[in-house]
């Protein structure tokens, strides 16, 4: 009965709250029809923006309000929190989507392909220009939908040694600028080889990974021939740029799973080591530079200078192409440090960044979501040459191979600029070639590197200067403390043998902390283990039946008897 009461209680209370919009009623709908719906929150309502941010997919401030977007789960957890609200009606009627149903109407880049076109276009680039441009499959969506990106470089089918950098665009389904904008600068960049010096430049000293369309469910939502209906979520509703491991918020800030998507990324990422990336959205117009998951005064990365002159860099070409305003709505820079806009949990920015070792910004490109195609050919002309500069950033910095000082062999190291790095922000070496890059300002610096079981080397007054990259190869020495040759080292005894309840491990010199031993039966079977603790330890071996059995202790093997 007080149950009932209260869900009474609670239902009054709602329809009391929004009775005249019937708000909540219109939001579920948009919900249960398209799997999301965009709700504007009052700022003076929020008492704590954090606990939104965590609580649904907020997008960005629209004057008084925050616009945030919603599923059905983060739409109930939300009215828990009582916040004032109303939907967001987009007016869609003055928008002109037009669509290439051919790959032919492409050729002018002003309007938006449907996915088959897209499809066609990505193969067409690979078979086209196939000494400098390979088709890679990230994976698949939800739906099953392709996820690819395009491989240009001097020698594409090879692992080879050159700074890697990522495009990628269109996580949220419904931000479509960058889609064909990355389309576009991948058929600048393939078309203009050995034609143009700077695309040329581009592509014979950098590895050019781009991926125009991260979310083709969220894009093609209103089916494969139409943008018209692209929503921010991909299949299963959930906002994939929530959805990645964070540095503060843990492994499932968003309390879901990893999506196909995500998870598709996170492999791509894994096994090409990005230097430098860039994440395309829209919605605003600033370049968003990490972390997104605080604000700038509790956490900022060590390279935030670097990451201040890129943005300043890409930027100051604008106003060369575009209109005044452009570029000005968020902050008049242009740019912004993100948890200082506003903090963001799971974004794509921050794992990269963070996880990867990346240094990726996002790219707000367009205030208009589902940019006008109309305007596709001027937002060309506005941020091709920031797009393309940024890429060119791979081109300066520090580079070389980090070997055995004996045996020449590549080594997976670590490379940590002195009174510079942390947080995450130092960068390895490729296990394959002992390869590095490390994208840093101009300057003088004291850098580290190291290896597991190696001596570490730190090499000061490393001068970086702004023509072409800098290279400093390093050989490191062999640790003869190693773990692996400390346990090759040891000598030891063990009494009494046979034994009874207690054996005595006895070492001629002091164990190391990591010197562990373990007892095998006859067959190989691990029966007990345990740390070595002193020069003699005593292990209680009253639990083996009696036989035979084999003691290790660092590499060394020693037979003894239980009576
Ligand atoms: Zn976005």
Redesign the pocket.
């Known amino acids: 009965m007080k149950r009932l009461f209260i869900f009474l209680f609670a239902v009054f209370f709602i329809n009391l709250a929004y009775s005249q919009e019937n708000i909540v009623e219109k939001v579920r709908n948009e919900i249960k029809v398209w799997g999301e719906a965009k709700i504007l929150i009052p700022k003076n309502n929020i008492k704590d923006l954090n606990i939104l941010a965590k609580t649904i997919s907020l ?1 960005y401030p629209k004057g008084d309000f925050w616009l945030g977007y919603v599923n059905q789960k983060q739409y109930d957890n939300f009215l828990a929190l009582n916040l004032k609200h109303k939907i967001f009606e987009e007016d869609n009627s003055t928008k002109a989507l037009t669509m290439a149903a051919t790959m032919a109407q492409m050729s002018n880049w002003d309007r938006y392909p449907t996915y088959q076109v897209y499809d066609s276009l990505m193969r067409r680039f690979a078979l086209s220009y196939p000494s400098i441009c390979k088709l890679d499959t990230i994976g698949f969506s939800v739906n099953n939908r392709l996820i690819l990106a395009l491989k240009i470089s001097s020698n594409p089918y090879q692992e080879i040694d050159k700074p890697k950098f990522c495009y990628s665009s269109t ?2 389904g419904d ?1 479509l600028a960058g889609y064909v904008l990355l389309l576009r600068l991948s058929n600048w960049l393939l078309s203009n080889y050995g034609i143009n010096q700077r695309a040329t430049d581009i592509i014979n000293n950098t590895q050019i990974f781009i991926n125009p369309l991260a979310n083709p469910d969220g894009t093609y939502a209103g089916g494969n021939s139409t943008v018209g209906f692209s929503k ?1 979520y991909n299949a299963n509703n959930i906002d994939l ?1 929530r959805n990645f491991p964070d540095p503060i918020a843990g492994q499932h800030s968003d309390s879901e799973q990893w999506q196909k998507e995500t998870l598709a990324f996170m492999n791509y990422a894994d096994s090409n080591e990005f230097s430098i990336s860039a994440n395309l ?3 605003a117009e600033v370049l968003n530079y990490p972390y997104d998951c605080s604000t700038s005064s509790n956490i900022s990365h060590s390279d935030v200078d670097w990451f201040i002159d890129v943005c300043e860099n890409f930027v100051d070409s604008i106003p060369f192409y575009a209109p005044a305003v452009f570029f000005t709505d968020v902050v008049t820079s242009g740019y912004i440090n993100g948890g200082n806009w506003y903090v963001v949990y799971g974004g794509r920015q921050d794992y990269h960044t963070y996880f990867k070792h990346s240094r990726e910004i996002t790219f ?1 490109v367009s205030l208009q979501k589902k940019l006008s195609t109309s305007e596709l050919t001027n937002y060309w002309d506005y941020l091709s040459p920031g797009l393309i500069s940024y890429i060119e950033n791979c081109q300066k910095g520090l580079e070389g191979y980090i070997r055995d000082s004996i045996t020449n062999q590549p080594l997976r190291a670590k490379v940590w600029v002195e009174n510079h790095d942390g947080f995450n922000s130092e960068i390895y070496s490729k296990t394959s070639s002992g390869y590095y890059y490390r994208p840093i300002l101009d300057g003088t610096y004291t850098i580290s590197f190291s290896s597991d079981g190696y001596l570490p080397k730190t090499i000061p007054n490393i001068n970086i200067s702004g023509s072409g990259l800098t290279i400093q190869n390093v050989l490191l020495a062999k640790n003869e403390n190693s773990l692996e040759e400390i346990n090759n080292r040891i000598e030891y005894s063990v009494y009494p043998n046979p034994a009874n309840d207690l054996l005595t491990i006895s070492l001629t010199s002091k164990p190391d902390l990591k010197t562990n031993f373990s007892i095998k039966s006859s067959l190989g079977v691990e029966l007990l283990d345990g740390n070595v603790i002193d020069k003699k330890t005593i292990i209680d071996i009253s639990n083996l039946n009696r036989g035979i059995y084999f003691i290790n202790v660092g590499t060394k093997v020693t037979k003894f008897i239980k009576e």
Do not use: A, K, V, Y
Request: hydrophobic content about 10%.
């Open positions: 997008d996580m949220h931000e921010r740029n959205h829209s919605g707000e």
